[in-house]
């Protein structure tokens, strides 16, 4: 940039410390589109975001397991109350997804997963 450009611009650049007007606060919460689907996020910190429903599964019953995710039981990702959360293992969660997923209802989603433990559980046996 020239020399006038540089001094041209001074007024309008940002200041060390200071903070665009639309900067959120730590506990916003946003909507944010994940390949299609509306995810809702709250601000732990600058910079850090995180998934609300498993910031509101963590509040409720304790840390989430490792291989394991929060899902939601209507089907509605905006939907982070309680009574709507569920977590589920990656392993389960791909058989269901294989079967149809969200688009199945939440009863026949937990008995594809439970037939899915069933069978491992077999499976083991048979292999000892």
């Not at 611009?9 to 665009?20: A, L, Y």
């Not at 900067?23 to 995180?50: C, H, P, Q, S």
């Not at 989430?64 to 569920?86: A, H, M, R, T, W």
Request: net charge positive; with cysteine.
């Amino acid at each position: 940039m020239s020399a006038a450009g540089i001094e041209r611009t001074k007024r309008t650049r940002f200041r060390k410390g200071h903070d665009p007007h639309n900067t959120l606060f730590d506990g916003a919460v946003t909507i944010r589109n994940d390949d299609g689907r509306m995810y809702l996020f709250i601000r732990k910190a600058e910079g850090k975001w995180e998934l609300l429903s498993r910031v509101v599964w963590r509040e409720l019953y304790g840390d989430i397991p490792p291989g394991y995710n929060v899902q939601f039981k209507d089907g509605n990702s905006l939907n982070c109350e309680p009574d709507n959360l569920y977590i589920i293992s990656k392993s389960n969660q791909a058989v269901v997804n294989k079967k149809g997923g969200n688009a199945l209802p939440f009863e026949l989603r937990q008995a594809i997963e439970l037939t899915h433990q069933l069978k491992q559980k077999i499976d083991e046996k048979q292999d000892n």
